[in-house]
Structures are given as structure tokens and as C-alpha cells.
């Protein structure tokens, strides 16, 4: 209900306003709660879910192509079994995919390992020869500054292996229960899309008469809505700039043109380090070099990949998410602070919830009021 003020404007009650403040921040602290305390409790049984999803109409089309008659009765495969089946054909092919890609790697490995020796070396004798020019240049005694530069390179090796073992030794059973949990959440993940597919009627069943359907409609949909967004924005991104470093190293005459490209797109696929990580520190010893072409090809490629990847992420996931670029920005960046580096797609998923809910139980409040 509206008064009119003083000055003859349109006011809304403060009570109505307030109505609406404790909704949105009641509706924040439940959204926030649930991502950070309540997904990663159900998170394996939602990614076999979701997974059941996808398998459904091809478990479906076997199931029922696949019947036999026994004794005049027909027998069908069970859903389950076809889903794990399938499941198992999908990820013994990812397997294998990535098993060659071990292969790959170790023969590049190897090669790099011969290879090694001959770039220390040459780096030695650029380093030499840097540092003849820098003792003429200031007139200072031939050899002083290369040795001041090997006994720094040593000490800096010596420290290096004294802390590497302490680093091992400290992180290796961090690492080891990070495995086992990850096998543990891919085996829930199996048995729950299995599961899933067994009970598919039955769950949805219990959906729709449940009290809480019209949540959980909402946030299913925005899950696969974000889920989608997320995936087709990453996937765009990395064709590109894997395409764009591919063709950087083609243009430097680097012999693992395609390695190393395919390399720099995954790395700048992860927020905590970025391409910057390798293109920067490699720009910048092509400088100390000489090779201002190459340095300069790197920082260029640096910059395409960063402003490439602000763009296209903002367009994407705002045009499929229904976001602006500046709220999907700001969504991701909040996302990133409160929830690391899942943050990118939790950010906008939070965002999208808060909305709707708040949406749906401020109609509901006024419902409840009218009736």
C-alpha cells in the first residue's frame, strides 16, 4: 500500500520496505548456507543424478528395445545395469584418451630431458656473456659479476632442495586424502546415477507431492540452467585461446607447437594461475635473450587470452543466465571470494537463487496477507 508524502509524492510504507529487506537478507544467509555447508554433502548424489538425467532416454531406448519373453512373460534389462553399462563404455573411452595423453607426455618428457642439458648450457653462455657486457659497460673487474651470479643460482638450488623435502613430506598425506575422497565421491557419484535410474519414477514422484516442489523446481532448473551457461562459456573459451596459443607457437617455430598451446589454454583455464603463469616469465627471459619477436608475440598472446576470457565469460554466462555483464562480473568475483575456486559458477547460481526465492516468498507473504 502506498501514502502520499508532503510534497505529494508516492511512498511505500516502511513496513512493506522492511518486509522486503528481511526477506532478501533471510533468503542471502539460506543460499550462502546451503552452497557452502550443503552442496558438498549432496554434491555426489547430485552429480549422479544429473548424470541420470543425461543417460535417461538412451537407457530407456535399449530398455525397451532389449525385451525378452520367458515362459510368456516379458523380461526387461534392468535400468540400472544399463546405466552402469554406459557409464562404464563412457569413462573406460575417457580412459584410454587420457592414457594416451600419458604417453604423449612422457615421450615429450623424455625429449625434454635430452634437451634440458643443451638449454642450461646455452643459458649459461648467454648469462656469461651478458654479464662481459654489464663489467665493461661499468668498468668493473672481467668474471666478478658471473660469479656473484653462479654462487646466487647455487645457493638458490641448495635452498631449493632443502625445503623441497619438508614441502613432500608435509603435503603428501594432504594429497593422498585428497585422492582417496576423490575416489570416494566418484564411487558415490557411480552408485547414486545408477540408483537414480532405478528409481527415476519413484523420486520424481516424491517431488512433485512434496510441499517444497516449487523450490525445488527452481533451484533444479537454475542448476542445469548455470550448469549449461558454465560449460558452453568454458568450452568456447578454451577452443579459442588453445587455438590462439597454437597459433603463437606455429608463428615462434616452436617444435610442440600443439603441446604447448593445448597446455597454456588448460592453464589459463584455472583462475589461480592463469597463462600469465608460463607467457610472462617466458616473455620476459625472451627479453633478457634478445628475441623481441618472440617476447613480444607472448605478451600479445597474454593479452588476447585475459581480455578474450573477461569478455567472453561476462556475454556468455549473462546471455545464457539471464545476468548482466556487470552483474555476472560482480557475481563471479563475490562467488570467487566466498567460495574459491568453484566461486566462478557458484557466484552467478547464488545470485540467480536469491532472486528467484526471494521472488517466490515475497508472493507468497503477500498472499498469505491478502487471504
Known sequence: MKYESETGESMEKPGKKLKKFLIITGTTGLVYAGLKYLLPLVAPFFIGYTLALILRPSVRFIRYRFRFAVFGKTWKIPSGLIGAAEIGIIFGGLGILVWQGILRLCR?????????????MDFDSRMAEYCMKMERAAGLKSGCLFETAAEMTATLGEKAKESLMPFLMTNSLPAAAFFIRLTLVCLVSFLAAVLSLQEMEELRHRRDQSLFRREFNLIGNRLVQTGKAWFKSQGIILLLTCGLSIGAMIWMGNPYAVLAGTAIALLDALPLLGAGAVLLPWAFLCVLGGQWKDALILSALYLACYFARQY???KYMGSEVGLSPLETLAAVYV?????GFLGFILGPLGLLLIEDLTEIWEEGADRGKLT
Request: charged fraction near 20%; avoid cysteine; glycine fraction near 4%.
Open 108 to 120: 615429450e618428457l623424455q625429449l625434454l630431458a635430452v634437451r634440458l642439458p643443451l638449454w642450461i
Open 312 to 314: 567472453l565469460e561476462a
Open 335 to 339: 562467488g570467487m571470494e566466498l567460495f
